[in-house]
């Protein structure tokens, strides 16, 4: 079988021939067709190389090969639109630069066997495997749509990023990305689905974003995405609405795990996300929202952040919260929710009926109402159970007379009550003057600093305060 020579050009009439007067990019040995196709790249790569791929041990740079195929895929079409072809790339290891795969997916046998690995050092921000530039690999676009599947690909830490996708119906699955800049990078993403993918020792592990201010991405979700080791962040989520995070995992990122920014190409479009099931573990901050609005946080899990880190925040950013779990609280004076308003909307608030469960060791300032900003409220009480003198007493909040009230009880006698008339229930460390952070009709509650007994404070309509304090021993 004689080499096919993959630069060599075909006379078509019209503007094709002159585009191609200028293109270093082949056309498929068969010449163009009138049908979109499943090619397999090794049909365009010399078969002299065919052995060396198979044993993981090529050298050559294959990028224009993987072009041909790839033209090939889409009917001989090499810019604008195209049918939208399958390139197969079968087990083996193939070394490329910046591969051009708009309309087109690149799909491999099997992630632990089709391997995709850089060549050189990129010119600029290069990804290698990229729907933003058109099948000449040169042409740049907004379109996009191509994807992959079923790959390994390994950046080697040389400076490109993995994969880049923009536009709808885009539906990455089964991928390990390594050592890239930026391991799924997905431009406007819109009813699109990225599945099992895995980005270990990236700077970035997932990034989404759009290009032109203002728009979003809509409708799509990220479903068992794990970011091992990210550099800067696990998840760095811009320019997103209507979508989902599903059992997704943050492992040891340098700065955040899960970083939402609602304005990172100068309008607020970041909102009506939700995260759900999602967990981070070791260093860097777990959660982390800025200038988002209308965000849903359920079933999280926080484990071994780093010291003085706080698990949660919501800067300028309104959202629901439910059932965080954490192996233990934040030492102080880290939060496990930090509310910031720097005085931009929406602000920093939790939605009305936000339900966290807070370890009542942290510490950390929460209210049972919703709203809050600048960590002094924001946060749904924990119920409290303490062993004292007068029996088994619980601290909780429920409506009395339909108005909401911070309780004590022992058994099913009520002992007190104290109405919450749109106010906050703090906590802080026993030595804060609460008496002077709380307003009229608002409720204070700290527990001793060894454990031992509760302190509840009640500022009444006049502005008059009063204290009941109840020893025992906390019940975990």
């Known amino acids: 079988m004689s080499d096919f020579d993959p630069v060599r050009?075909?006379?078509?009439?019209?503007?094709?021939?002159?585009?191609?007067?200028?293109?270093?990019?082949?056309?498929?040995?068969?010449?163009?067709?009138?049908?979109?196709?499943?090619?397999?790249?090794?049909?365009?790569?010399?078969?002299?190389?065919?052995?060396?791929?198979?044993?993981?041990?090529?050298?050559?740079?294959?990028t224009r090969f993987f072009q041909a195929a790839v033209i090939a895929a889409n009917a001989g079409r090499v810019l604008g639109e195209g049918p939208g072809g399958v390139v197969f790339v079968p087990a083996g290891t193939y070394p490329v630069s910046s591969i051009g795969i708009r309309d087109t997916i690149i799909r491999g046998e099997h992630r632990s066997s089709s391997c995709i690995v850089a060549s050189t050092t990129p010119r600029g921000d290069a990804f290698l495997l990229d729907a933003m530039l058109d099948r000449d690999g040169q042409?740049?676009?907004?379109?996009?749509?191509?994807?992959?599947?079923?790959?390994?690909?390994?950046?080697?830490?040389?400076?490109?990023?993995?994969?880049?996708?923009?536009?709808?119906?885009?539906?990455?699955?089964?991928?390990?990305?390594?050592?890239?800049?930026?391991?799924?990078?997905?431009?406007?993403?819109?009813?699109?689905?990225?599945?099992?993918?895995?980005?270990?020792?990236?700077?970035?592990?997932?990034?989404?974003?759009?290009?032109?201010?203002?728009d979003s991405g809509t409708s799509a979700t990220f479903i068992n995405c794990w970011a091992n080791r990210s550099k800067r962040h696990g998840f760095y989520i811009t320019q997103l609405m209507?979508?989902?995070?599903?059992?997704?995992?943050?492992?040891?990122?340098?700065?955040n795990g899960f970083y939402v920014e609602g304005d990172a190409n100068g309008s607020s479009a970041a909102y009506s996300l939700q995260f759900i099931?999602?967990?981070?573990?070791g260093r860097g901050r777990p959660f982390y929202f800025r200038k988002c609005r209308d965000l849903t946080l359920i079933g999280a899990r926080i484990v071994s952040p780093a010291v003085n880190t706080d698990f949660i925040t919501l800067d300028d950013s309104s959202g629901s919260i439910r059932d965080v779990s954490t192996v233990g609280p934040p030492r102080p004076p880290a939060l496990s929710v930090r509310l910031v308003n720097?005085?931009?909307?929406?602000?920093?608030?939790?939605?009305?009926?936000?339900?966290?469960?807070?370890?009542?060791?942290?510490?950390?300032?929460?209210?049972?109402?919703?709203?809050?900003?600048?960590?002094?409220?924001?946060?749904?009480?924990?119920?409290?159970?303490?062993?004292?003198?007068?029996?088994?007493?619980?601290?909780?909040?429920?409506?009395?007379?339909?108005?909401?009230?911070?309780?004590?009880?022992?058994?099913?006698t009520r002992l007190a009550a104290f109405p919450l008339r749109g106010g906050a229930i703090l906590s802080?460390?026993?030595?804060?003057?609460?008496?002077?952070?709380?307003?009229?009709?608002?409720?204070?509650?700290?527990?001793?600093?060894?454990r031992r007994g509760l302190r509840f404070l009640f500022?009444?309509?006049?502005?008059?305060?009063?204290?009941?304090?109840?020893?025992?021993?906390?019940?975990?």
């Not at 196709?37 to 791929?53: C, E, K, N, Q, R």
Request: proline share 5%.
């Open 139 to 214: 042409t740049k676009n907004a379109s996009g749509n191509g994807y992959a599947e079923s790959l390994s690909i390994d950046a080697g830490g040389l400076g490109y990023s993995g994969l880049r996708t923009y536009g709808g119906g885009c539906s990455p699955r089964d991928l390990t990305i390594t050592g890239a800049k930026v391991g799924i990078s997905a431009g406007l993403p819109m009813w699109s689905t990225f599945s099992n993918i895995y980005c270990i020792d990236c700077e970035i592990g997932f990034y989404t974003f759009a290009v032109q201010a203002g």
């Open 277 to 281: 099931g999602c967990g981070n573990e």
């Open 428 to 450: 802080a460390p026993p030595a804060t003057d609460l008496a002077k952070m709380i307003e009229r009709d608002d409720v204070a509650i700290t527990l001793t600093s060894d």
């Open 459 to 476: 500022k009444d309509g006049d502005g008059r305060t009063r204290a009941i304090e109840v020893i025992g021993q906390l019940i975990d």
């Open 9 to 62: 050009r075909a006379t078509l009439a019209g503007a094709s021939s002159a585009f191609l007067s200028r293109s270093s990019v082949a056309l498929p040995p068969t010449g163009p067709s009138s049908i979109t196709a499943t090619v397999s790249v090794l049909d365009y790569i010399p078969s002299a190389l065919h052995g060396s791929i198979r044993q993981g041990r090529c050298r050559n740079d294959l």
């Open 342 to 412: 720097h005085g931009a909307p929406p602000g920093g608030v939790l939605i009305d009926g936000s339900i966290l469960i807070i370890d009542p060791r942290s510490q950390a300032a929460f209210t049972v109402i919703g709203g809050g900003i600048n960590d002094q409220t924001g946060l749904q009480a924990p119920g409290l159970t303490l062993a004292s003198s007068i029996g088994m007493t619980d601290a909780r909040v429920e409506m009395t007379e339909d108005i909401p009230a911070m309780t004590l009880r022992a058994g099913k």
């Open 242 to 255: 209507y979508s989902s995070l599903l059992n997704c995992a943050a492992q040891d990122s340098g700065e």
